[in-house]
């Protein structure tokens, strides 16, 4: 769905009704982001109810659900202090909204909404994300102690989704690569390299405020029957800020964002 065939039904008003600032705004987040078009007390919907039937696939159902979850979690945030939020998460509060850098993309978050870049996401799934991080409350700065996926509790059923999505995948693209290449890569997210380590190249992301990842690849050593490898590490007190399931989804994207750079 286009947001302006959304707009075309909503008299220009921008009257805030619909808790968002504008009426484009609103018309973004009904077609993007699964917003409840009826939140908007003028909109008329003649000739468009046909369109929404409920959907039947899977990925249909599946996003159905994720859109469910984010409706439940934006409903969260009413009787939160986001203010009181802003240093526990490492982000900054000013005019209502929460701000932080998820992946080297500005995010900012209010009660009403939720914007990267000053867009809605496309992609429900890293709003799921980002109302977690911010409902876990974030605490005391990440540890000094890394550890891999293997070592947090209930973590062992998860360790091969690491490895599919993002660990094997950038071993794959990084191979052959320079280590200045790579380093390149990763600057845009914020990457810094770290020294004194045995793999190729090293570095430190932060994906968000409290949730930096440790990136470590070896290339491959085809005489010596190496293949190349990425190892994932996590700060041993990271489940202070995401649950596993984001944790592995902040590994997925970050794989994403280094392989599509935008």
């Not at 690849?217 to 996590?234: H, N, Q, S, T, Y």
Request: glycine share 6%.
């Amino acid at each position: 769905m286009d947001p302006h065939e959304i707009l075309k039904k909503i008299p220009p008003k921008n009257c805030g009704e619909c808790g968002y600032p504008t009426c484009l705004a609103f018309a973004a987040h009904v077609a993007r982001c699964g917003e409840d078009p009826h939140q908007c007390p003028y909109i008329d919907l003649t000739g468009m109810e046909q369109q929404d039937s409920p959907p039947t696939s899977l990925d249909g159902l599946a996003q159905k659900r994720d859109l469910e979850l984010i409706r439940h979690l934006k409903s969260r945030l009413s009787d939160r202090n986001l203010a009181g939020l802003a240093l526990p998460l490492g982000a900054s509060f000013s005019h209502d909204h929460l701000c932080f850098f998820y992946l080297g993309q500005e995010v900012t978050i209010s009660k009403e909404q939720l914007l990267i870049d000053n867009q809605p996401p496309k992609d429900p799934r890293d709003q799921i994300l980002l109302y977690n991080y911010v409902h876990g409350g974030g605490g005391a700065l990440p540890a000094d102690e890394w550890v891999g996926l293997e070592s947090l509790p209930n973590s062992i059923s998860k360790v091969r989704t690491l490895a599919t999505y993002c660990e094997d995948k950038l071993a794959l693209f990084f191979q052959g690569r320079s280590p200045a290449a790579i380093v390149a890569l990763c600057r845009p997210l914020g990457g810094k390299a770290l020294a004194g380590t045995t793999a190729s190249v090293a570095l430190t992301i932060p994906v968000l405020p409290r949730v930096p990842l440790q990136l470590f690849f070896w290339d491959a050593e085809p005489e010596d029957g190496f293949e190349a490898r990425v190892k994932i590490l996590f700060t041993a007190n990271v489940l202070k800020f995401l649950d596993i399931e984001s944790l592995i989804f902040t590994a997925e994207r970050l794989a994403e964002h280094i392989m599509n750079p935008s």
